[in-house]
Each structure stands twice: as C-alpha cells, then as structure tokens.
C-alpha cells in the first residue's frame, strides 16, 4: 500500500534560521508528490508540487523542495522562515488517475522570535 | 472573491441529527472534493465528484451522502450523526482531475457533535 511518512511531528524555530521539513512516500513508482501548508483556522495552500524533470522544484513563499528518488524523499526547505510561517504543513502524494491526495501526518511548525 | 466557499464554518449539533454542509466553488472547475481532517490533523479523502459525477468514493459510512447539484456545488449531507463524526471537512475543487491539478481548498467546516 503506499503512504506518506512525515517523521517530524512538531519543528521548533528561531525566526530568520532555515527550515527542512521531511517527507518520505512508499510506492512502487514516482508519485506525483504535493506540499500544502495550513495556516491556523484555515483551509490548505499549495506550496508546490513535483511530477517529472528537474528534481530541484520552487515554490510560493520562497520554497523550495528536492525530489530523491533514491531515498523516496520530497523534502521542504526554506532558507530563513518569517513568522508567518508558522502553520502546519503537509506533504501529499497522488497514485491514481483522478487526484486522490493520500497525505502525510503534518508537521507543525513554531517559529520562536 | 472566494473561490472555494463552504457554509456552514462552524456547526454544533446533538447525535442522531442530520445535517448538511454546502460548497460552492468559482472557479470553473470540473471536479470538486470532500475530505475529513480528524482531531489528529490527518486529512483523507471521502468523496469526488466529476461534472456532477461520482468518481471516488472512499470507505465511508453510507449515511454520508455527497450531492452535487452542479458542477460548481458539492453538497455533503450526513444523516444519524455520531461523536466520531466530529471532525473539520474540506471541500476542494480542481480543474479537471488529473493527477498534475492544483486542488484549492475552502476554509472548511468544524463540525462538533454532542
């Protein structure tokens, strides 16, 4: 069966400092893979999506994920995270033909000042 | 402008009611979505509809009834309600359902069961 792992349920950090979040996807092909971020009491964003060509994909927001597909990872980065990135984040695949989103468990992420 | 709107946003009712929950999205799309974020935060999906037609219908207990009057509206009607049904659900739309499209969601709707 195929899942989303995300391994970090909670991330603390310091406004300004870089952001990695992890995402990894168990399936027998590449996915077509998805970051969407959910602000508190809101509904979800995408971020940026990967399917195909360059595994280095740039997102809204200032971004950024890298697809490895030796290590079936899609993780997120951010080079320094603002206070208003503090939300929750969710890495999400789709197997099929009509766009089942399968998501990982979330990340929530804290920014400290 | 909205483009994904969902009424109501917060919804409090007593268990064995039925209730309903709307969404409308703007956008032109053809293929609308329901899914259920559970007090864990973990979204899954329920249901999908593509122009009007039903196309993925996840395990779901039949007295969840998506209705989809038109393309632009996706309704959710949920009979005998229980406490696990308490929950936040979301209502997405995409252009056409492929795999590659962009889902937008709405704001969603917390449904608190008593």
């Known amino acids: 069966a195929q899942s989303v792992t995300q391994p970090d349920i909670h991330i603390t950090v310091s406004e300004g400092a870089s952001l990695e979040l992890r995402c990894n996807y168990s399936y027998g092909a590449t996915p077509y893979l998805f970051w969407y971020v959910q602000s508190p009491g809101q509904g979800l964003q995408l971020l940026l999506k990967y399917f195909s060509g360059d595994t280095l994909v740039q997102g809204i927001k200032g971004f950024e994920a890298e697809f490895k597909r030796s290590q079936s990872s899609f993780n997120l980065r951010k080079p320094s995270v603002h206070w208003s990135d503090a939300a929750e984040y969710f890495c999400a695949v789709v197997t099929d033909s009509w766009g089942k989103l399968q998501f990982g468990a979330g990340t929530q992420v804290v920014v400290t000042p | 402008d909205t483009a994904v709107s969902q009424t109501p946003k917060y919804l409090v009712t007593q268990m064995g009611n039925d209730k309903s929950i709307k969404c409308e999205q703007n956008l032109g799309h053809d293929t609308m979505y329901w899914y259920k974020q559970d007090s864990k935060k973990f979204l899954k999906i329920m249901f999908s509809y593509n122009n009007k037609e039903l196309i993925i219908n996840e395990t779901v207990p039949n007295r969840f009834s998506p209705k989809s009057p038109d393309k632009a509206h996706l309704n959710l009607h949920i009979n005998s309600l229980e406490l696990g049904d308490s929950a936040v659900y979301f209502c997405?739309?995409?252009?056409?359902?492929?795999?590659?499209?962009?889902?937008?969601f709405g704001p969603g709707t917390r449904l608190t069961v008593l």
């Open positions: 997405a739309s995409s252009q056409g359902g492929a795999p590659t499209d962009t889902q937008y």
